[in-house]
Nanobody
Framework: QVQLQESGPGLVKPSQALSLTCTVSGGSITTNNYVWSWIRQPPGKGLQWIGVITPSGSTYYSPSLKSRTSISRDTSKNQFTLQLTSVTPEDTAVYYC???????????WGQGTQVTVTS
């Protein structure tokens, strides 16, 4: 059973960087045919895809967030990390990490972590 767990600060000040880590158990982030994604849901809005990291370490980002987003990984810890720079209150959201299967299905999700951008 694959499990994902997000961790990171719940409060971030405007203009600072947001950093979240997803720890994966029950499966390796270097396994072929699966990629690992970050998604968020702002209050009162739908899910917004942020980006993915592949088993080889390649990354792909949402065009609307690409200039501020970086996803990296630590294979020794089976973790991948989201960094979002220059945050504003509009970045307030519940942030999720998830596994994406070969059919592009988001088959395993973390429980989500609330991040609030406020001074």
């Amino acid at each position: 059973q694959v499990q994902l767990q997000e961790s990171g600060p719940g409060l971030v000040k405007p203009s600072q960087a947001l950093s979240l880590t997803c720890t994966v158990s029950g499966g390796s982030i270097t396994t072929n045919n699966y990629v690992w994604s970050w998604i968020r849901q702002p209050p009162g809005k739908g899910l917004q895809w942020i980006g993915v990291i592949t088993p080889s370490g390649s990354t792909y980002y949402s065009p609307s967030l690409k200039s501020r987003t970086s996803i990296s990984r630590d294979t020794s810890k089976n973790q991948f990390t989201l960094q979002l720079t220059s945050v504003t209150p509009e970045d307030t959201a519940v942030y999720y990490c998830a596994r994406v299967g070969p059919g592009k299905e988001f088959d395993y999700w973390g429980q989500g972590t609330q991040v609030t951008v406020t001074s």
